[in-house]
């Protein structure tokens, strides 16, 4: 198993202060990858003691140790990072590191839930799909595809929606939501749960404080926190999700409907 594979799996015997690097290191690798036990101590706010134990909690034998998987599962770490100052910005590295950033999540998707989950929108009854803030983008255009395949899909406004009003596992909502966590996700969550409901969420950790909440979760695993590293990485797969349901209730044309449109 790899680093991210033993943290979840050890994760719920973890003590609250373990927890808290365990959250560090699935939610922003690249720190372990490049910096000290000391220095990520410091930055957690822990001791360096504490760092050291985590790592023999998980299953290795030191820091070193931990620190050589994450470096080794890191495909994007051979390209600069998006907005840090450094060298080579020009529009093709930067599509390179976003394509390397795909692969590297790619490897650490759970494949088996990302197909539970196409199959309970393929049986839902209706489907809401949410999200705030920058997580709303990805939810206005989940949400227009996915009802271009299934025909019974709702974009949640938070401007003009009371809520979730449906009763029922066999009404779906699909969430998504990204750091920084915005509260009005989580009372979705929680509304749709109280209902019944079949709950999606799509996030990038598994450690997010939605993640709980939901019966299929997809956490997207991403280097950094930035919005402009995350948005390929998210696309892709929602591009992955939907290519798969529609060759599974045999649609494929239905992806790419020329006939709406004026140009072909």
Not at 21 to 40: C, D, G, H, Q, V
Not at 64 to 72: H, P
Not at 111 to 135: F, P, T
Request: proline share 3%; with cysteine; charged share 20%.
């Amino acid at each position: 198993m790899n680093y991210l594979d033993r943290t979840k799996d050890r994760f719920p015997n973890l003590t609250k202060g373990l927890k808290k690097i365990a959250e560090a290191l699935l939610s922003n690798p690249i720190l372990f990858a490049t910096y000290s036990a000391r220095k990520n101590a410091e930055t957690l706010g822990v001791s360096e003691t504490m760092v050291i134990r985590f790592c023999k909690a998980i299953g290795y034998h030191g820091y070193r140790e931990l620190q050589l998987d994450v470096q080794q599962s890191m495909i994007s770490l051979r390209q600069n990072p998006i907005g840090s100052g450094e060298k080579d910005h020009s529009f093709g590295s930067i599509m390179t590191a976003d394509a390397e950033n795909i692969q590297q999540a790619a490897a650490h998707i759970d494949w088996e839930a990302a197909d539970q989950i196409v199959q309970a929108l393929i049986s839902a009854k209706e489907i809401k799909v949410a999200g705030y803030y920058q997580s709303y983008s990805y939810a206005h255009w989940f949400s227009f595809t996915l009802d271009g395949l299934l025909n019974k899909v709702t974009l949640h406004r938070p401007d003009l929606d009371m809520g979730i009003k449906h009763k029922g596992k066999e009404y779906c909502v699909v969430i998504f939501s990204y750091y920084r966590y915005a509260l009005e996700s989580i009372r979705i969550a929680e509304e749709a749960k109280a209902n019944g409901n079949t709950v999606i969420v799509i996030t990038d950790s598994a450690l997010s404080p939605i993640s709980h909440l939901g019966d299929h979760v997809l956490s997207i695993q991403v280097a950094q926190k930035s919005i402009l590293e995350k948005g390929p990485v998210t696309f892709s797969l929602l591009n992955s999700i939907l290519l798969h349901m529609a060759q599974k209730i045999e649609m494929l044309e239905a992806v790419n409907p020329v006939n709406r449109y004026y140009i072909n």
